[in-house]
């Protein structure tokens, strides 16, 4: 079975300072996502990589950075903290598109709180 | 923009009773997927359809897709309290990154 490793279940961080989460999978996918999810505003993606040191901008990239540097590897950067970031943070990884199309393996989430 | 909507948002029903979740997309697409969160736990997948009039059954569950109509149906049969839940589409566009609806939370009452 894929697995999908975030490496904290939760975090307190207070504002402005720089957070890391990081996502780990085992399965050689290609493909890589952080998305954010709110209560009554769903999941929303952040940032995604197709391949070791590329990245694209999600729907709400602002505030937030992302480093690839290793395939299975998948970093997620809030540079200065900020109290609207408090959320829960869910890690993604799939095949690549040109196999058949492959549902996403999520991670089992982090409860960033920002104080 | 891709917008993915999904009604009823909440959903209470007795067991044994059927219902089903609508999920409506904006714009062409032909990848649709279903997951399930249970609370405090992430996604898992259940259904992934692939194209139009594709069908899918696991259990009590069934989903369905219509392209034409971007129109996908997830329905419940008969249900039991452990299909309480929350129940998420996602649509796939060209350039492979998904856009999920809200969610609908299903609660199964005695």
């Known amino acids: 079975d894929v697995k999908v490793t975030q490496s904290s279940r939760y975090l307190v961080k207070r504002t402005g300072e720089k957070v890391f989460l990081e996502c780990v999978q085992d399965?050689?996918?290609?493909?890589m996502f952080w998305y954010r999810q709110d209560p009554g505003l769903g999941l929303r993606l952040i940032y995604f990589?197709?391949?070791?040191?590329?990245?694209e901008k999600g729907d709400i990239p602002e505030g937030y950075s992302v480093s690839r540097e290793k395939k299975e590897r998948f970093s997620l950067i809030l540079e200065s903290a900020s109290t609207n970031q408090t959320s829960m943070y869910l890690c993604?990884?799939?095949?690549?598109?040109?196999?058949?199309?492959?549902?996403?393996?999520f991670g089992s989430g982090t409860q960033l709180s920002v104080l | 923009e891709l917008k993915v909507e999904q009604n009823p948002l909440f959903l209470s029903m007795q067991e044994g009773k059927n219902y089903t979740i609508y999920c409506n997309y904006s714009?062409?697409?032909?990848?649709l997927y279903w997951y399930r969160q249970d609370p405090g736990k992430s996604l898992e997948s259940l259904f992934v359809?692939?194209?139009?009039?594709a069908v899918k059954q696991e259990g009590r569950l069934m989903a369905s897709l219509d392209t034409k109509a971007r129109l996908s149906t997830l329905h419940i049969t008969a249900a039991v309290h452990d299909l309480s839940a929350t129940y998420f589409c996602?649509?796939?566009?060209?350039?492979?990154?998904?856009?999920f609806g809200d969610g609908t939370t299903l609660t199964v009452k005695p």
């Open positions: 993604a990884s799939s095949l690549k598109l040109r196999r058949p199309p492959e549902k996403l393996f």
């Open positions: 399965m050689d996918h290609e493909n």
């Open positions: 990589s197709y391949d070791v040191k590329m990245k």
């Open positions: 714009t062409t697409s032909d990848r």
């Open positions: 359809l692939l194209s139009n009039g």
């Open positions: 996602a649509v796939d566009t060209n350039a492979g990154k998904s856009t």
